[in-house]
Each structure stands twice: as C-alpha cells, then as structure tokens.
C-alpha cells in the first residue's frame, strides 16, 4: 500500500477565512512533505516533518502554519490566504532514514482563494 | 535558479516505439534521482529511481540512465502505450537533515497510436 490521502480534495476560501488541508499516510513513513504546485509549474517543497518535528521550512509566509500531530497525519493551516496562494497543495511521505528515497504524493487539494 | 531541467516541454512518439525523455540538474550534492509521472490535478506518481552510485536502473518498461559527469540523466519507456501519455517530472534528491525534492519543470509525452 502505497497510499497517501488528502482531504478535501477542493477548497475554495475566503481571503479572511481559516482553512485546513488534511493529510494522512499508513506506511509507517516517518517523514512527511508538503509540497505546492502552480499551474504548468513543477511541485515546490514548502516543509518537511522528520519524526513529528519540523526539520525544513522552505521560508513559507506565516499564513501557512504546518501540524504533525502523530505520525501518521499532517495538516496544514491556512489563514488569511491571497489569490495567488491558490494553487495545488501536495502532501507526500517517505521513509526516514537519513538517506534519499522514495516519496509517495498524494492526489493533492485544489485550493482556490477568492 | 534552476537546478533540475527538462529541456523538452513537450515530446510526441508513435505507440510501440521507444520514448526517452532527458533531464540534467547542476547540483554535484544530488545523490538520488526519481521520475515521477503526472496526470492533471492528481499528485505525482512514483516511477522509478536511481542512486548516483549507479548509472543504469531497470524496471519493467521504464529504464532509467544516469551519467554523472554530464550530470544528465533520461528515461527510456519501451514499448511505449497510451496509456503513457501525461506530464513526467524528473526530481533530485539532498538529504539536508531531511530530504528535499526539487523537480524539473515536466515534459508533457504524448503517444499516438
């Protein structure tokens, strides 16, 4: 089982909205990614969660606020998102193990912000 | 800053014939290699992968190439299928702490029947 999922798989918001995108994972993978993609543009790391605990934040505006409350779930909180903030919004895991390996994407949140 | 690219954004092949799709990245630190295959407003979905410390990674139909010292790489699909057709990303791979992707920019395969 390869499967990463993520809820909702569309959202539209308001800019004074609070939001959350969802993602769960039950490979046993200790590492977990959020990723955004903008259209015809390739995916861009935003954070990485090693273990529960924030190891890479990719300088992502505060409006983004990231959550690993076990190790099988991973959230992201959004407030007060701009247009241009709608994109899709990737989840992935992978082993950790202190070596590259294989990420497993979700099917993404389309996320649009009116 | 671009450290991954695919330099073909589009690429057309008859169904049956070989498909290679080229990627080259300028970063010595990668040290792995992954090719993802997407469909519109779905995720990636992982192909295959090679590891610097090889040059040649097989799979079924997909075959992945690497050379390092023209810090290029492609994937060959044969025979290639409909079924084929979509957006494939090449990624590389630094372990900073934790693993960072960074993606190519795709090329969109198209196989025609």
């Known amino acids: 089982d390869t499967e990463v999922t993520q809820t909702p798989k569309h959202l539209v918001m308001g800019m004074t909205n609070k939001k959350s995108l969802k993602c769960e994972q039950h490979?046993?993978?200790?590492?977990m990614y959020w990723y955004k993609q903008k259209a015809k543009k390739p995916p861009e790391l935003m954070f990485v969660?090693?273990?529960?605990?924030?190891?890479i934040n990719e300088s992502v505006p505060s409006r983004f606020s990231p959550e690993c409350p076990n190790s099988s779930l991973l959230n992201l909180h959004l407030h007060a998102l701009q247009p241009e903030d709608s994109a899709l919004y990737l989840c992935?895991?992978?082993?950790?193990?202190?070596?590259?390996?294989?990420?497993?994407f979700g099917q993404g949140t389309r996320l649009t912000v009116v | 800053d671009q450290q991954v690219k695919q330099n073909s954004p589009s690429l057309s092949v008859q169904e049956g014939r070989i498909s290679i799709l080229n990627c080259d990245y300028t970063?010595?630190?990668?040290?792995?290699f992954l090719w993802y295959k997407k469909y519109p407003a779905e995720g990636p979905t992982f192909l295959i992968s090679?590891?610097?410390?090889?040059d040649k990674n097989e799979d079924g139909r997909f075959t992945v190439f690497l050379n390092k010292s023209a810090k290029h790489l492609s994937l060959h699909i044969v025979p290639s299928q409909p079924g084929d057709s979509a957006v494939y990303f090449c990624?590389?791979?630094?372990?900073?702490?934790?693993?960072?992707?960074?993606f190519g920019q795709g090329t969109r395969l198209t196989i025609n029947p």
């Open positions: 992935a895991s992978s082993q950790e193990r202190g070596a590259a390996t294989e990420a497993f």
């Open positions: 490979m046993g993978h200790r590492a």
């Open positions: 969660y090693s273990y529960e605990k924030l190891s």
């Open positions: 970063n010595s630190m990668f040290d792995y």
């Open positions: 090679i590891s610097s410390i090889k």
């Open positions: 990624a590389a791979s630094l372990v900073q702490g934790a693993q960072k992707l960074v």
